[in-house]
């Protein structure tokens, strides 16, 4: 082998070697994305019935890991099958127009041990924002369990047009939370 072949011979050689981060399973049984409203003061939880995660992570190289999340905005549920039926109509999810939402990771950064700030795009309805989400990883034994809290402004994604828009009727915010129970993470 020449010398100018040596040297790109190693790095491909390298990089194919290199091992890949192991992408985890998400355990859809023991998860849930969740949300609370607040309709005339009155906190009112609701959850997804329906979303897919990808996630790819090394806690040793967090800034190396990706995040994705794709949630069937018509799965949205309150538990209350008048409220269920209103949600996917037009004013709210508008689920017939704009079927997902997504999120998709830009950055993950460590924060203290077990903690990250996960930063990523929100899509729901068409409208995009930039959120960060605050990340807890707790281990025990083999199993890994991602929790979090955000707090996004539902006008800024269109939910509640019309006249739901009123913010005395239904708060601006939304708090989102998640527990997820993940396989496949390395010790932290």
Known sequence: MTRSLILPTLLASTLLAAPAFAQQKVVPAQSEIGFTSHQMGVPVDGKFRSWDAQISFDPKKPEAGKVSFTIDTGSATFGVPETDAEV?????FNAAKFPKATFQSTAIKATGKGQYAVSGQ???KGASQTVVVPVTLKQTGGSTTATGT???KRLD???GEGEWADTGVVANNVEVHFKLAV??????
């Open 157 to 159: 994604f269109k939910i």
């Open 88 to 92: 996917p109509k037009a004013p709210w």
């Open 122 to 124: 929100l899509t729901v």
């Open 150 to 152: 955000f707090t996004i």
């Open 183 to 188: 396989t496949g993470v390395a010790a932290l």
